[in-house]
């Protein structure tokens, strides 16, 4: 009967038809069937692309890994959101040099204002130095090493030196100081903190730039060992560690570098024999010498 092969007629139009494609909204394309399938369905997601401004914390997102790259907040430094198991982890790195921090570089060990602040500032010699506060003090956390610091006043030449850790060098150099000699007048002394080979440390070796001679007789016008030492004329006497009581023993202070002899010491004066200390400034174990130097005639 024709109503018969109507039902077949229709059957058969559907099987020709084999797979429809339906193209569906919300930026996704839903197809059934698909190759070698027998009428299955599959569903493929366009890739989420990054959102123009940087999303909330915890937005829902769709494409697990992506990564999306915002604004830069300091050199080399962006905001930055990743999708992560469906939501958005925003991620803001700590600002350049916070607003507490002082416009200028502060003095190391100076006060400062916040617990835990850290603070960078540029440096020519040493690229960029970073502060720390802590305990109520700045404290340098990178940046050139210090420098060992120059004593207050000139030292002696011959003393021994400070020994800085962390300084570099450890032992303080280039040392300049101005002076008034009681003889000679101004003059500028350089002291540097040298190895002696025969000490086996480093001590202070001072030079003046510029420093007259004096009389021998004179030589008692030098009032800083240094003064005394640079001068050829005299020499500095130390009083002795030890002696026997045979001789005096010497006052500290500056002498005439040659020895004196009978009757050479003018009137008023005696060339008398004293001990004193010969390895003042110097390394050995001799605790008393004698030397003879003229001295006021009692």
Do not use: K
């Not at 150099?173 to 002696?196: H, I, K, L, M």
Request: hydrophobic share 25%.
């Amino acid at each position: 009967m024709n109503r018969q092969l109507a039902s077949s007629f229709v059957v058969t139009v559907v099987a020709s038809l084999g797979v429809a494609s339906i193209g569906g909204g919300c930026g996704s394309t839903i197809s059934y069937g698909g190759e070698g399938g027998e009428g299955g369905q599959t569903s493929t997601p366009i890739p989420e692309e990054c959102p123009e401004a940087l999303p909330g914390q915890g937005a829902a997102c769709s494409d697990p890994g992506l990564f999306c790259q915002y604004d830069e907040i300091c050199p080399g430094a962006f905001q930055a959101a990743r999708c992560d198991g469906g939501r958005w982890v925003v991620e803001t790195p700590p600002p350049c040099n916070p607003p507490a921090c002082p416009e200028q570089r502060p003095a190391n060990l100076s006060s400062c204002p916040e617990e835990g602040l850290t603070c960078s500032y540029p440096d020519l010699e040493c690229g960029s130095v970073f502060y720390g506060c802590l305990g109520g003090l700045w404290e340098e956390e990178s940046g050139c090493p210090p420098v060992a610091p120059c004593p207050n006043e000139l030292p002696v030449n011959g003393a021994e030196c400070d020994y800085y850790p962390g300084a570099e060098p450890p032992y303080a150099v280039g040392c300049s100081y101005d002076v008034e000699t009681p003889s000679c007048g101004a003059s500028t002394a350089t002291a540097d903190c040298v190895f002696s080979s025969l000490a086996g440390l480093e001590l202070w070796e001072v030079s003046f730039e510029s420093l007259c001679s004096v009389p021998p007789s004179e030589c008692q016008s030098h009032t800083h060992e240094s003064f005394c030492d640079a001068d050829p004329n005299c020499r500095w006497l130390a009083e002795p560690y030890c002696s026997e009581g045979l001789n005096p023993s010497v006052v500290a202070g500056c002498y005439p570098a040659a020895p004196c002899t009978t009757g050479s010491c003018g009137p008023g004066a005696t060339c008398t024999i004293v001990d004193h200390d010969p390895c003042y400034q110097q390394y050995c174990d001799a605790c008393t010498g004698e030397t003879p130097i003229c001295l006021p005639t009692n």
